[in-house]
């Protein structure tokens, strides 16, 4: 009895867990909330209105997190594949890494 209890009890935390935790995906913006974004960074001055449009396409589109679009090299393109290739791990001493990883 206390076996088919313990189940029906971790069940139930399992679900309750579900009901108030937030899943990624429930945040990503539609097409037509995205759509402005590229477009008012073109309201900034140069060249930070290409930096802007670059982090909104690279966050929004690729997926790319902060440390990755912080951190990109152009090297990381292969044109030939039409492919990003991001390396898995590589040194860093810069205070956002250091603060992620702690």
Known sequence: MTDNYQQSNEW??????SLT???????????????P??????????????????VCLAAGRLGLRACEIAHFRADWIDWDRML?????????ECGYCRRQAS
Not at 12 to 17: F, Y
Not at 84 to 92: A, R, S
């Open 12 to 17: 139930a935390q399992q679900h309750r867990q």
């Open 21 to 35: 935790t937030r899943h990624t995906h429930e945040g990503v913006l539609t097409d037509r909330e995205f759509e």
């Open 37 to 54: 974004l590229p477009e008012a960074c073109s309201l900034l001055p140069e060249p930070r209105d290409l930096q802007a449009r670059f």
């Open 84 to 92: 990003l290739c991001i390396p898995q791990h590589k040194p860093c």
